[in-house]
């Protein structure tokens, strides 16, 4: 109970720390009057103004491109939605929503923001323009843009505020702050940087690299492999096809329905591993790991918390579990050696045709053996 009781309260201490760094890192003063998450991050009268109409809007469509090989979005704030086109040409339209402190302000502000195409060879850029300093007057700004690519066209977005891309085919590199970033039906590799945010992705068809910073991850259904970076917050894998790769640090992450290898390092938190058709490695430093419906091998290492590991299947393992200081539970006839604070358990389940490792430096763990029957 110690144990746990000093997990929890270190864990929180240094999530509060990351968490902290994320708030003081952000944009500049400029680009903090846009509504990057329609009032989510907003407190106080921000947030409810937000909810009342904007002094002044204007709406604009910009010319296609025609055939593009790629498309950059660059340094865009605001809401940003990007779907497939139904013909070879890129489109975009896009809204400006000004608060200000009365209609002419907020007219001659929104006229000086605007999106536009910057074509090159192969593509585009989309930019938004907007003024260098502020008028006297502007309390609030939303910039919302519609975007629609062909097929096979390669983007690159760099976004502050909410995105949601839905049904591209091609390869997207999204480095995203803020909001909330919603990633559905996508056929190409996605690469995704993103802070203090909130991401959900589902039916990826391809490998997928992950760089986040606090916030949540979601996925779900990901024909193709996982790797990256998860710190502070919470990361959600289900129904991965390709290996998983992830370090996780300062949070919770949760690795199930994995039909290949899961290889996790972790810093501070807990990690929870569930049917996984392929073998498992996890080197974690502080925390919790779960991995249940084991059926392959694994090789785990804590240095100061609890493992707990639960077989599955009809195959079998090499089995030895060591705590340094500690100590090692089983269900299982394994054979149990005391050395002063160290346990050691060993033996073979079943045919012993995988490897199980377990080493806790400072702690406790668990193994139960599969199902009766």
């Given at each position: 109970?110690?144990?746990?009781r ?5 864990f929180y ?22 509504d990057?998450t ?7 009268s ?11 809007e204007?709406?604009?469509s910009?010319?296609?491109v ?6 950059a979005?660059?340094s865009?704030?605001g ?5 497939r086109?139904?013909?070879d040409?890129?489109?975009a339209?896009?809204s ?7 209609t002419?302000?907020a007219?001659n502000f929104?006229e000086?923001v605007r999106?536009?195409?910057h074509?090159?060879?192969g ?6 323009e907007?003024?260098?300093?502020l ?6 700004v939303r910039?919302?843009v519609q975007?629609?690519?062909p ?9 502050f505020?909410?995105?949601?891309a839905?049904d ?7 480095n ?7 990633l559905r039906?996508l ?20 490998d997928v690299s992950?760089e986040?910073v ?5 996925m779900?259904?990901?024909h193709?492999a996982v790797?990256g970076t ?13 290996p998983?790769e ?6 919770a992450g949760?690795?199930?329905s994995?039909?290949d ?9 807990s990690?929870r591993?569930?049917?996984?058709d392929?073998n498992?490695?996890v080197d974690a430093?502080?925390g ?5 419906g084991?059926?392959?091998?694994a090789k785990?290492?804590?240095?100061f ?13 090499n089995v030895?579990?060591?705590a340094e200081?500690?100590?090692v539970?089983s269900n299982?006839n394994?054979?149990?050696r005391?050395n002063g ?8 389940v079943?045919d012993g045709?995988h490897e ?7 702690g406790a763990?668990r ?6 029957g």
């Open positions: 109970m110690q144990t746990r000093t997990l929890i309260i270190a201490l240094v999530s509060l720390a990351a968490v902290l760094d994320a708030l003081f890192g952000g944009p500049g003063a400029f680009g903090s009057i846009f990057q329609v009032g989510q991050f907003d407190p106080g921000r947030a409810r103004e937000i909810q009342s109409p904007p002094s002044f204007r709406s604009e910009l010319d296609s025609p055939n593009p090989q790629w498309i979005v660059e865009m704030h809401n940003l939605r990007v779907t086109a139904a013909d040409e890129a489109m339209e896009y400006v929503k000004v608060w200000g402190s009365n002419e302000v007219e929104a000086r999106v536009a195409w074509k090159e060879d593509g585009a850029r989309l930019r938004l907007q003024p260098e300093t008028p006297a007057g502007i309390r609030h910039v919302d975007l629609e690519l097929r096979d066209v390669d983007a690159t977005i760099s976004h505020g909410n995105v949601e839905t591209i085919e091609g390869s997207l590199s999204l995203h702050t803020a909001g909330e970033a919603s039906g056929r190409g590799p996605v690469a995704i940087t993103s802070r203090f945010s909130s991401v959900q992705a589902s039916d990826i068809y391809g992950l986040h606090g916030g949540e991850v979601s779900e259904s990901v193709g790797m998860k710190r502070a917050g919470e990361i959600t894998l289900v129904a991965v096809d390709g998983v992830m370090e996780v640090s300062q949070g949760t690795f199930r994995v039909h290898d899961v290889r996790l390092t972790g810093g501070f938190g990690l591993i569930d049917d996984v392929g498992v490695s430093q502080m919790e790991v779960s991995v249940q084991l059926r392959q091998g785990i290492t804590m240095q918390g609890e493992v707990s590991v639960g077989l599955a299947g009809p195959g079998g393992w030895n579990a060591i200081r500690g100590e539970e299982l394994l054979e149990r005391r604070s160290r346990t050691e358990l060993t033996g073979v079943g045709n199980l490792s377990l080493e806790v430096n400072q763990a193994i139960i053996g599969p199902p009766a």
